[in-house]
């Protein structure tokens, strides 16, 4: 499962790349999410290395561009490869017909 942070990221890129047919930008992160930059960059980096997005630039292009620049690429370069996080199933319960008696068996089919 998610962070609250990440999986509001995640939901916030799905549906702002959706209705605005473009990615947000920094200002538009921070005032959607209500966190600064380092935050947002912090969980989008930990988005990409979970699969959730990548960056239409290489690791290594991101990697120099922080040491040279100091910043982090524009949120406009994300692609996102899953726009949520898989369920976690869980197992259903089976009515066992097998047991209990022909009254009850009857019983559940007449309900529903």
Partial sequence: ????LQRKLLRILFNFSTQQ???PNW???ERKT??????LAAALGQLQEKGFIAWTWSAET???L????GQEP???DIVLLQSREPEERKPEARQSFSKGNAESRTRYWTQY
């Fill in 1 to 4: 499962m998610l962070p609250d």
């Fill in 21 to 23: 047919r473009r990615m």
């Fill in 27 to 29: 200002p538009e992160l």
């Fill in 34 to 39: 209500g966190r600064r930059k380092q935050e």
């Fill in 62 to 64: 991101v990697r120099s």
């Fill in 66 to 69: 922080k040491r040279i620049a």
């Fill in 74 to 76: 524009d949120p406009q």
